[in-house]
């Protein structure tokens, strides 16, 4: 039997934090670990506990979301931890903050149980929540309206061919089977493909290879 997916929930609102945690703790396979009412205390419990996911609000006093992700994944024997980010979408402007401070994805504050499940078993097991309705489109509307640093293209000069294809579809927010259909490859070889990418790019994970294909052009805001 796997271990429970441990999660740490960080939200000044305590009702928030609440409810977050009595649909959490009724549900198999997954363990609250600890709360946190500010960034800071974010950090410092994420020390202590060593979650899997960190629910991570943006908006919070003394250190902000953006603030306590970058502490977080900054941190030497947390490499593991995964953020997911909670935005009210239309108003936040922090996403590209949040993917450079190692974010591995974001969830609506609006979500339902059934999304808010999904979206942390998707951050554990690795992968990047891009759903292309969501984060792509904000990532998109969010490059077109602020200047982003674009990465000199030689930074992309050390993948091949195939691993800049990659990249372009991971940017678009397609899914290792998606990319694999795309190009006539198999899921694993697109997976090993995403692989080599990130580690190439020293990417932390799928939502850093998006980031990255945005900064450097590679991808272009679809509005």
């Given at each position: 039997m796997n271990a429970p997916i441990k999660v740490l929930l960080a939200d000044d609102e305590r009702l928030v934090r609440s409810g977050f945690k009595v649909l959490l703790d009724l549900e198999e396979g997954l363990t609250v670990v600890g709360e946190a009412a500010n960034g800071?205390?974010?950090?410092?419990?994420?020390?202590?506990?060593?979650?899997?996911?960190?629910?991570?609000?943006?908006r919070m006093p003394k250190l902000d979301g953006i603030q306590a992700t970058a502490q977080i994944t900054g941190t030497r024997g947390l490499e593991q931890v995964r953020v997911l980010i909670l935005t009210t979408y239309d108003t936040d402007e922090y996403v590209l903050d949040a993917l450079q401070a190692g974010a591995s994805g974001f969830l609506l504050k609006d979500a339902g149980p059934a999304e808010l499940l999904h979206a942390i078993r998707v951050i554990a097991a690795g992968e990047a929540l891009l759903a292309p309705r969501i984060t792509r489109r904000l990532i998109g509307q969010l490059t077109a309206r602020r200047t982003v640093a674009r990465v000199a293209a030689n930074r992309l000069a050390v993948l091949t061919d195939?691993?800049?294809?990659?990249?372009?579809l991971v940017g678009q927010g397609l899914s290792n089977q998606e990319i694999g259909a795309a190009l006539f490859l198999s899921p694993a070889t697109a997976r090993t493909h995403v692989s080599r990418a990130m580690a190439k790019l020293e990417a932390r994970d799928r939502a850093q290879l998006v980031f990255i294909a945005y900064q450097t052009g590679l991808v272009s805001p679809a509005l």
């Amino acid at each position: 039997m796997n271990a429970p997916i441990k999660v740490l929930l960080a939200d000044d609102e305590r009702l928030v934090r609440s409810g977050f945690k009595v649909l959490l703790d009724l549900e198999e396979g997954l363990t609250v670990v600890g709360e946190a009412a500010n960034g800071a205390e974010a950090v410092e419990t994420a020390r202590a506990t060593r979650p899997d996911v960190v629910l991570m609000d943006i908006r919070m006093p003394k250190l902000d979301g953006i603030q306590a992700t970058a502490q977080i994944t900054g941190t030497r024997g947390l490499e593991q931890v995964r953020v997911l980010i909670l935005t009210t979408y239309d108003t936040d402007e922090y996403v590209l903050d949040a993917l450079q401070a190692g974010a591995s994805g974001f969830l609506l504050k609006d979500a339902g149980p059934a999304e808010l499940l999904h979206a942390i078993r998707v951050i554990a097991a690795g992968e990047a929540l891009l759903a292309p309705r969501i984060t792509r489109r904000l990532i998109g509307q969010l490059t077109a309206r602020r200047t982003v640093a674009r990465v000199a293209a030689n930074r992309l000069a050390v993948l091949t061919d195939r691993e800049r294809e990659v990249l372009a579809l991971v940017g678009q927010g397609l899914s290792n089977q998606e990319i694999g259909a795309a190009l006539f490859l198999s899921p694993a070889t697109a997976r090993t493909h995403v692989s080599r990418a990130m580690a190439k790019l020293e990417a932390r994970d799928r939502a850093q290879l998006v980031f990255i294909a945005y900064q450097t052009g590679l991808v272009s805001p679809a509005l």
